[in-house]
């Protein structure tokens, strides 16, 4: 059972209550710390910009994943569903088709997260996506997969696709490529110890069978300064793989033998050393009503991306914990801000350090929130969670964006519920999407997860690129502009 305490200003009126039922859209604004700006986020087939008193000042006609380009134009799924479609539409500011882009190979399958990126090498945009590439029985024995778990039906593995912008395949790097095995000798990827390869992984992860969407990655971001990737997936491990040295400009059939190659390896890896035999995993414990995460840091997590440039933190990464499958006897969602350059002795040498050598120290908790202690990594340099261990929790989706004033705005896609904290933890913004399955509610009754659910939200200030020149003029909240039959909704 859920239970926020809120307070919503409306009209300068205040009304508390439990999140069982209560107001939807701005429920509070702190405006001396909050980050003034517009806030971007899809729901149910249509992109809004709202401002922080939650009107619309714009909308186009597409939302899934909503990337707003510097440009002003929206890039998205051509359908409304991340989980799977077979391309990308970008639009304009007035939701003009401007590009499009159809994956027509059989055995790929685009899913969840994107982006577009600017190309130094081909001096030229390009998008990167990710996408289920299918695997024959036949290559995963001949990759080391237990003859035993097979047959091998079905089976996909993430791949990374980079297209120009005339839809010219020019990079693609492949999970399958990397992966390593200790069951038979005489396969080309065997080595005699997983723990000794952190930059490959296991085909025969303990208790995962090869099966279709194996690792189910979920977000994809990329760092220009470095020219390389960061994935995320569900599974709680993220991965950093290099772009640039396995990038050949004007040739992608050798751009992607070199990223097929050991150059594709890993560069870093966070989330859950037990994969590679370098940590423990979780665990029931003897007397079966405690258990234990192991050194696992995330379950079911999204949205990793680098801190931006000359923000408070830059350089670092950022990711949505959506706490499950931690054993935790009530699951808990944070947001995790990690530094993977700190070694041992917590110094940051500038190159990245594999996390079991930079250790981890066991975190107790209060005795109310019911919590086992935890192993937690020490370069995790800063975190966000609820103080009520039922006040914030996401089973799916989600998304963090770190702030110029130090501030985190925070996505819970189950809930469809946005808020801003301070570094210290303060809530400063909240507002809860009106936009569900049986319309636009003012109320929100007690709903099953997913009713008014929002994937990601970003915020942006007037004074960036895609929003220069632009008339961002209020017109009202998505309620108000329910009830004059105005509400700029494509698929209602």
């Given at each position: 059972m859920k239970r926020i305490a809120v307070i919503m200003a409306v009209a300068g009126m205040l009304a508390a209550h439990e999140r069982l039922q209560g107001p939807t859209e701005p429920l509070y604004w702190d405006q001396s710390k909050a980050y003034n700006g517009y806030t971007l986020f899809a729901a149910r087939g249509t992109t809004y910009l709202i401002d922080m008193e939650g009107k619309v000042v714009h909308s186009w006609a597409i939302g899934t994943n909503p990337r707003?380009?510097?440009?002003?134009?929206?890039?998205?799924?051509?359908?409304?569903?991340?989980?799977?479609?077979?391309?990308?539409?970008?639009?304009?500011?007035?939701?003009?088709?401007?590009?499009?882009?159809?994956?027509?190979?059989?055995?790929?399958a685009p899913h969840h997260d994107w982006v577009r990126i600017f190309n130094k090498k081909l001096n030229a945009y390009t998008t990167l996506y990710i996408a289920n590439k299918s695997v024959t029985h036949e290559q995963a024995i001949a990759a080391g997969a237990d003859p035993a778990k097979g047959p091998y039906s079905g089976v996909q593995m993430d791949a990374v696709v980079e297209v120009d912008m005339k839809g010219n395949v020019v990079w693609e790097w492949w999970f399958f490529d990397h992966v390593a095995q200790n069951l038979d000798a005489g396969r080309a990827n065997y080595v005699s110890s997983i723990a000794k390869y952190p930059g490959r992984l296991d085909i025969n992860l303990p208790g995962r069978t090869l099966k279709r969407d194996?690792?189910?990655?979920?977000?994809?971001?990329?760092?220009?300064?470095?020219?390389?990737?960061?994935?995320?997936?569900?599974?709680?491990?993220?991965?950093?793989?290099?772009?640039?040295?396995?990038?050949v400009a004007g040739d992608p059939e050798s751009s992607i033998a070199k990223a097929a190659g050991s150059a594709g390896d890993f560069l870093y890896r966070f989330g859950d050393p037990a994969r590679y035999q370098q940590g423990d995993p979780p665990s029931v414990l003897e007397n079966w009503d405690t258990a234990t995460s192991g050194h696992r840091q995330m379950g079911g997590s999204h949205h990793a991306q680098w801190i931006r440039p000359e923000l408070p933190g830059a350089g670092h990464l950022l990711v949505f914990n959506n706490g499950q499958y931690l054993f935790e006897r009530t699951p808990q969602s944070s947001i995790l801000e990690i530094n993977p350059y700190l070694d041992g002795s917590g110094r940051d040498g500038g190159n990245y350090v594999n996390p079991p050598d930079a250790g981890?120290?066991?975190?107790?908790?209060?005795?109310?929130?019911?919590?086992?202690?935890?192993?937690?990594?020490?370069?995790?340099?800063?975190?966000?969670r609820s103080k009520s261990n039922q006040g914030f929790f996401s089973h799916i989706g989600s998304s963090a964006q770190r702030l110029p004033n130090g501030n985190t705005l925070i996505c819970s896609d189950t809930e469809g519920h946005l808020f801003e904290v301070t570094s210290t933890g303060d809530l400063v913004w909240e507002y809860l999407n009106?936009?569900?399955?049986?319309?636009?509610?003012?109320?929100l009754p007690d709903s099953l997860p997913m009713t008014n659910s929002v994937f990601r939200a970003f915020r942006y200030t007037s004074d960036h690129p895609a929003l220069m020149g632009k008339a961002l003029i209020p017109k009202a909240t998505i309620t108000e502009l329910a009830t004059t039959g105005m509400l700029p909704v494509a698929n209602q």
């Open positions: 707003l380009l510097d440009n002003g134009n929206i890039l998205d799924a051509a359908t409304d569903d991340p989980s799977g479609f077979k391309g990308f539409k970008e639009l304009d500011w007035d939701s003009n088709l401007v590009w499009e882009y159809v994956e027509k190979r059989s055995n790929y194996w690792l189910h990655c979920n977000s994809i971001d990329y760092n220009a300064e470095l020219d390389q990737i960061v994935l995320n997936s569900v599974q709680g491990e993220l991965v950093i793989i290099d772009h640039g040295n396995t990038f981890y120290e066991t975190v107790t908790y209060l005795a109310d929130t019911h919590k086992m202690p935890r192993k937690i990594s020490k370069q995790i340099v800063w975190s966000y009106p936009i569900t399955k049986d319309g636009v509610l003012k109320i």
